[in-house]
């Protein structure tokens, strides 16, 4: 069974590896909060109905095996678009990062990320069940 082919599994995959990208950016905006001329940046949000759509269907032009001893080529992570996010008007030093404000977000990726590894535990749980594994 491939486990990371079921939509539910590789939607919750993805939105882990954004929010974990989502993350780094952030820590770089903390890290350069004092740096002068730095703008402050976050990724773009993943439109949730074009995940789905490409979760549930095959892509166009992907490589397919078609027999066992074929090597399976993933998709590659991390192909998320960043974009200049100003927090606050600059100070005179030219930066745009509210250190509060980036806080904030580096909070609600940790909860949002925190959410999704609890689904996936809770989708993998229910398979174990459906195939009568009891996990002990």
């Given at each position: 069974m491939d486990l990371p082919g079921i939509p539910l599994l590789s939607m919750l995959k993805e939105r882990m590896v954004w929010?974990?990208?989502?993350?780094?950016?952030?820590?770089?905006n903390v890290a350069n909060v004092d740096t002068p001329?730095?703008?402050?940046?976050?990724?773009?949000?993943?439109?949730?109905?074009?995940?789905?759509?490409?979760?549930?269907?095959?892509?166009?032009?992907?490589?397919?095996?078609?027999?066992?001893?074929h090597i399976a080529i993933a998709p590659q992570d991390g192909g998320f678009d960043d974009e200049n996010t100003p927090d606050v008007e600059s100070n005179p030093s030219g930066n745009t990062v509210s250190l509060e404000d980036e806080m904030i977000k580096v909070s609600d990726t940790q909860a949002q990320f925190q959410a999704a590894t609890n689904l996936y535990a809770k989708a993998i749980d229910m398979m174990k069940t459906a195939i009568g594994h009891s996990g002990n």
């Open positions: 929010l974990n990208q989502r993350q780094n950016v952030l820590s770089q001329g730095y703008t402050a940046r976050d990724l773009k949000p993943v439109d949730f109905e074009q995940a789905l759509k490409s979760a549930t269907a095959p892509a166009a032009g992907a490589l397919t095996t078609t027999n066992p001893r």
